[in-house]
Nanobody, 115 residues
Framework: VQLVESGGGLVQPGGSLRLSCTASGFTFSRYVMRWYRQAPGKERELVAR????????TYADSVKGRFTISRDNAKNTVYLQMNSLKPDDTAVYYC?????????WGQGTQVTVSS
């Protein structure tokens, strides 16, 4: 299993970014995908979750109405569209899935929100 994130960067408050996570090594369409983030000095937190096919996406309260998780099973890719970004959104963002009861993580992509 391999997860590779991309799309992070430096953005001003109020701006937008779209993160991508491309997966390989497992049948992507069958598994729940998640985005987590970890800010300096803080624990890693779940940001958003998307079921394997259809179903309801879920979000942390802190990002509801601003972030949208989506997936393209044909491209083995999960996305995180982040709008109205705030300095508190600054963190390393990680893609995650659980396959055969084991957690898999990408290498992370840095998002910095600053003027």
């Amino acid at each position: 299993v391999q997860l590779v994130e991309s799309g992070g960067g430096l953005v001003q408050p109020g701006g937008s970014l779209r993160l991508s996570c491309t997966a390989s090594g497992f049948t992507f369409s069958r598994y729940v995908m998640r985005w987590y983030r970890q800010a300096p000095g803080k624990e890693r937190e779940l940001v958003a979750r998307i079921p394997s096919a259809g179903g309801t996406t879920t979000y942390a309260d802190s990002v509801k109405g601003r972030f949208t998780i989506s997936r393209d099973n044909a491209k083995n890719t999960v996305y995180l569209q982040m709008n109205s970004l705030k300095p508190d959104d600054t963190a390393v963002y990680y893609c995650n899935t659980i396959v055969t009861l084991r957690d898999y993580w990408g290498q992370g992509t840095q998002v910095t929100v600053s003027s």
